[in-house]
């Protein structure tokens, strides 16, 4: 909402008052100032003048040469391009060193040789239309029609244009602000000076409406109230200027004085009218009724609209001549042949215009206003408002009479007003007197302990309500600043602290945390290779994306990382190690809601990572997280991963997550040229398996011993294999087994590897015996024979 | 006469040990001069000629011989050692400037660098951590808190719809519904989260983005609570010397409601670039829960009373560190995530 302050000061006096103060007072008290504008301050020296003489010039046949009176004694010569001078034309005249808006300078110079000491203007070059002054011409000089202008006079001022604009940012609770009395009670309130809002009336009349229209409303549900009144003997013309400089103003582009009335009446009092031709009204009577359906209706806009039974529709015996409340007809508007004109000012039920005008598209000023719910009552003074402004500005005969359809509830509202309440609640202390005066000042009623609020503040329904009032006009920056009483204990949850230390172990490992859309294209299933039956296909669609990429709510986390890697890996980067905790939303059986689980993800490339380079930190992280039992078997049948570089991850045999080399294929598909890594983890699984954390083991007070052992076997035989033979066979007394040597090649028999194992054995009670120790290696090799594995020789 | 060679090879020792280069030569000296079959051992081995008076006073100065050699010996090996470590030493000299050889050090995505630090702020003035569902029913991200279908305000949140009754949601505030059917009061929660809105991606919109939401309810809490606790938020999250204002605003779930803004750090309060020419950043929205929130979650609005806020992580992280466009945070390039 723009607020022109010229209009604002026919109804509360606030002159003394810069316009920042206003801005922050206003703000401070509720309606929100998001900035304001001096109208014309880019303008600097620029004055009235009179042409004395235009000649032409010597040099040039599209040029002329003027002397100018600016008012102070001996004329100045001005060169200009324009065609439409003559001498005794009254003309914006930019003096040497002036300022235009855009950051226009002007400066006396010479044009082909012959001096020129400032510029004529345009419309345009002061920032103006011909919509602002109607007789003046877009491409040329602005020749002026204003009466009383001084030579030598600032432009600003001769014009009109000095207003001040400030600009609101009102709350969807508050329609009754997106007006100048609106604004004007709440200014009055804030700055605790008189209202002065007169009631408009209309002087003389011809004729009775009754005689010429009739008005039924046939859906009161949709329509609480429709008031009509008529003029007739329309003259159709351009608006006086103080009418066209405030609806500038407010950001409204003047058009005629009808039309420009009911923009004017709108601003001022919030209550968009329409106007309409009598004689487009078939058996001169207006119904209000829900559109039948198949209906349709081609709009102001040109578009030919098709309606439905839930939108109520403005119409005559015959057809609709406007959608309510959105927009009119096509057929139904003023013209310059109007000679009769119905004035509509109705109320309508705010959510059915909000489902219309999104319906068909097109929201309007009329219908964002009405959506909000207006008051009733504002029916009346609004268009008697109209008829006054005709009246003024001499635009036709207003027909005595009005047409008033009310359905409207006048149940004034009750609210409880409890002072003690209320300062509890706000924790102040101030006094039921007090209360009262600013209740007061905004229109409310207190009778003993209710509250009842004006008919245009339908947003006062509940003491915390009343409350919000009370502290506005108490002021917000008065209200002390306490610490919540009572002591609560603050900490991370058990999933939280785990959660923590994920990003720790992944951090301290070097890796760099990421965060990616939670919404996928359902095309990035097939760029990781997802079987066509792939349970995770099936996931949350969005209905209303915003294109495919973001569609559907993500099953897997692998696609989001490898997009990443792919960004980074296009963007240049030699290399890239990430994790993401990220979520994804498995759709639940029977359920509405999905299962939303979130994911550990690590990716990486380049740097010399390869799989156990993933692998290790993996392992690092499961035993920092003291997740157990976990295993790790390969899978040769994911299809995103390499089939022989890819395992499955499994805590008590329940699914914990995958490892692997990504396919080639699916590199292919990220425009990725090098290996790619990636696992994911189930956080909840790991959460499930971690183990309580024990006691402190004693140091060693025994010496260890340890033998290492060179092994032979087939070269398909996982190490795992070998690994759990040995620790089952040597027992409690293995502390510690660590692989330190694979080897295939020219001392080994083809197809077959060895492995190297150093064993530590360590008793807690006592030093082990060589024999004990060699009989545990002894167990070792015979429990390795049915694995064919072999000590090398 | 043996006296006298034991002088002599005390001062011959002295002389050679002064020229022995090296712990070998060292060592062939002490063998030399006290090795078994050395020159003072010989000497020693003719004390049998000696009379009963001359020889205890031979046999204390050869002892004395012995020690002032051993003395000798042991002074020349330390000055050796320290020599050679000297010269080692001078040999290992680095060029200190080099670059080190550093353990790669991972980082925290800068959106949850700040989000951390603003959850120890509210751990610390006793809130605790909650979540809530990303895919959300419609009734609690708009009906319970007082957004009907059709009321304006949603229009101000593009919503994305999965069927009509379930969306994602568009702001954290239905955490504060599921809070309060799952908890009884005392309340003091802090829901940081993803929320989603239509809106198309450029430099300062994402459809997704994150908020933390907080709720305090219990017996007797008042706006000057809410005013309190936010201020000291702020303070810890700005800078103690941030200048804070509280005002009027609109929301459909608090009453009163408010708007917090932080006084520009760039120009106090003038008005700039930074802050658009207002002199203020908006920092937070605020507001007493609305007794219907309250009743519609089974606390009695006579009993308790509670407020709640919400406030957008990106434009915090994004001020905190001059950055310019939303899309880098998403985008996650190495080079960007290194930064923080």
């Known amino acids: 909402m723009n607020l022109s302050m010229k209009w604002l000061a026919d109804y509360v006096d606030v002159g003394h008052i810069s316009p920042r103060q206003f801005a922050e007072a206003m703000t401070m008290s509720g309606s929100k100032v998001e900035g304001w504008e001096l109208e014309g301050s880019e303008i600097r020296n620029v004055v009235v003048g009179k042409l004395l003489s235009v000649v032409p010039h010597p040099d040039s046949d599209h040029l002329v040469v003027c002397q100018v009176d600016v008012g102070n004694g001996e004329p100045i010569q001005i060169v200009t391009g324009a065609q439409n001078v003559k001498a005794g034309d009254i003309v914006p005249v930019a003096l040497h060193d002036s300022d235009l808006p855009g950051g226009k300078h002007i400066k006396k110079g010479k044009l082909r040789g012959v001096e020129s000491n400032g510029m004529l203007c345009s419309l345009s070059e002061l920032g103006l239309t011909a919509h602002d002054f109607p007789y003046a011409i877009e491409d040329g000089i602005f020749v002026l029609e204003e009466p009383d202008v001084q030579l030598g006079q600032d432009i600003q001022s001769a014009i009109g244009l000095n207003d001040t604009c400030v600009e609101f940012e009102i ?117 209000v009724r829900r559109a039948n359906a198949g209906e349709q209706l081609e709009t102001l806009d040109g578009v030919v609209r098709s309606l439905t039974p839930d939108m109520l529709v403005i119409a005559d015996m015959e057809k609709p001549s406007a959608v309510a409340g959105v927009m009119g007809g096509e057929y139904s508007g003023i013209n310059d042949n109007t000679n009769m004109i119905v004035f509509e000012s109705a109320c309508f039920n705010g959510p059915s215009i909000r489902v219309t005008a999104k319906k068909l598209g097109m929201r309007t000023e009329s219908s964002g206003r009405f959506e909000k719910q207006l008051d009733p009552a504002t029916c009346i003074p609004a268009v008697e408002r109209a008829c006054q402004l005709v009246e003024l500005l001499g635009a036709g005969e207003v027909v005595g009479g009005m047409i008033d359809v009310d359905h409207s509830d006048h149940t004034e509202r009750r609210v409880p007003f409890e002072p003690d309440w209320m300062n509890r609640f706000l924790g102040i202390e101030l006094s039921r007197e007090e209360m ?18 004006p008919s245009f503040r339908g947003d006062l329904e509940h003491k915390a309500d009343i409350s919000e009032e009370i502290a506005r006009f108490y002021g917000y920056d008065k209200i002390p600043s306490t610490a919540i009483r009572g002591t609560a ?93 990220g979520t994804v939303y498995l759709p639940q059986p029977g359920k509405e809601l999905p299962d939303e689980r979130p994911l550990v993800t690590v990716g990486m490339y380049g740097g010399g990572c390869d ?18 039992g976990w295993e790790m078997e390969a899978c040769t049948d994911h299809p995103t991963f390499h089939p022989g570089r890819c395992a499955k991850i499994t805590v008590d045999g329940e699914f914990l997550g995958m490892i692997g080399e990504v396919h080639p294929s699916v590199c292919e598909n990220y425009e990725i040229g090098g290996r790619v890594y990636v696992a994911y983890l189930d956080e909840q699984v790991m959460l499930a ?69 150093s064993l530590t054995l360590r008793a807690a009670d006592r030093t082990l015996t060589d024999e004990e120790a060699d009989a545990a290696v002894k167990r070792v090799l015979k429990a390795l024979k049915p694995l064919d594995v072999e000590l090398r020789s | 006469m043996l006296l006298e060679d034991l002088q002599n090879i005390e001062k011959q020792a002295a002389q050679a040990l002064e020229s022995a280069a090296d712990p070998k030569a060292l060592d062939d000296l002490r063998v030399k001069y006290l090795g078994k079959k050395g020159e003072l051992t010989a000497i020693l081995k003719q004390m049998g000629s000696l009379s009963a008076e001359e020889r205890p006073k031979v046999g204390a100065f050869a002892n004395e011989v012995r020690a002032a050699i051993e003395n000798l010996i042991e002074q020349r090996s330390n000055a050796l050692k320290a020599q050679m470590q000297e010269k080692k030493l001078a040999e290992e000299k680095l060029d200190v400037t080099l670059p080190g050889k550093a353990a790669p050090l991972g980082k925290s995505h800068p959106l949850n660098k700040v989000l951390d630090e603003i959850k120890e702020i509210f751990l610390g003035m006793g809130f605790s951590i909650s979540e809530g569902p990303e895919v959300e029913l419609d009734y609690y991200n708009f009906e319970a808190l007082n957004i009907p279908k059709n009321h304006p305000a949603r229009d101000t949140q593009d919503t994305f719809y999965i069927p009509d009754n379930v969306l994602l949601r568009t702001q954290t505030s239905p955490v504060q519904i599921r809070t309060m059917e799952k908890q009884r009061p005392p309340i003091r929660v802090i829901a940081p989260g993803r929320v989603y809105r239509s809106d198309a991606v450029d430099a300062t919109h994402s ?6 939401e907080g709720l305090v309810v219990d017996k007797g809490v008042t706006m000057a609570d809410l005013k309190g606790t936010l201020e000291m938020f702020v303070k810890r999250l700005y800078g103690e010397d941030s200048v804070v204002r509280f005002r009027p605003h609109h929301f459909p779930f608090t009453e009163p409601s408010a708007e917090l803004d932080v006084q520009c750090f760039a120009c106090h309060g003038e008005g700039c670039r930074l802050c658009k020419g207002e002199g203020w950043i908006e920092i937070l929205g605020c507001g007493m829960v609305h007794p219907k929130v309250l009743s519609i979650c089974g606390v009695d609005p006579e009993e308790y009373s509670g407020f709640a806020f919400g406030l957008g992580l990106e434009r915090i992280v994004m001020r905190r560190y001059n950055i310019d466009d939303l899309r880098l945070f998403f985008e996650n390039d190495v080079r960007f995530l290194g930064q923080f």
């Open chain 1, 611 to 628: 799989f156990f380079s993933l692998k290790g930190i993996l392992e690092t992280l499961l035993n920092g997280l003291r997740v157990n």
């Open chain 2, 207 to 212: 459809p997704l983005f994150h908020q933390i």
């Open chain 1, 489 to 581: 204990n603050g900490a991370y949850t058990e999933a939280q602290k785990f959660e923590r230390s994920i990003d720790q172990i992944l951090q301290a490992q070097g890796l760099y945390e990421i965060s990616t859309y939670s919404f996928i294209s359902p095309k990035y299933y097939d760029k990781i290779r997802l079987p066509q039956e792939s349970p995770y296909r099936n996931c949350v669609v969005i209905s209303n994306p915003l294109g495919e990429d973001t569609s559907v709510m993500r099953t897997t986390t692998v696609p989001s990382m490898l997009e990443t890697l792919s960004r980074n890996y296009n963007n240049r980067n030699k290399s890239a190690a990430l994790y993401e905790i």
């Open chain 1, 436 to 453: 009262v005066r600013i209740l007061e000042k905004i229109g409310c009623k207190v009778e003993g302990d209710v509250v009842i609020p």
């Open chain 1, 171 to 287: 709350t969807s609770n508050r329609p009754d602000c997106l007006s100048v009395t609106g604004l004007a009670r709440e200014a009055a309130a804030t700055f605790d000076v008189p209202l002065n809002l007169p009631v408009p009336e209309v002087k003389h009349t011809v004729d009775d409406i009754h005689d010429l229209l009739s008005v039924e409303v046939k859906a009161p549900d949709l329509c609480p109230r429709y008031v009509a009144r008529m003029v007739k003997n329309i003259k159709i013309e351009p608006s006086p200027r103080w009418m066209r400089e405030r609806l500038r103003a407010c950001g409204v582009r003047p058009i005629n004085n009808i039309v420009d009335i009911t923009n004017y009446v709108m601003l001022e009092y919030g209550q968009p009218m329409h106007a309409f031709d009598h004689k487009y009204v078939a058996g001169q009577k207006i119904v």
């Open chain 1, 689 to 757: 398996h971690v183990a309580a954390e024990t006691g402190y083991h004693p140091l060693p007070k025994f010496p260890a011993s340890t033998r290492d052992l060179a092994l032979i076997c087939d070269e398909s035989l996982p190490v795992a294999a070998i690994e759990k033979a040995i620790r089952q066979a040597v027992g409690n007394i293995l502390e510690q087994l660590s692989l330190f040597d694979v080897y295939q090649g020219s001392q080994i028999a083809a197809g077959k590897k060895s492995v190297a194992y």
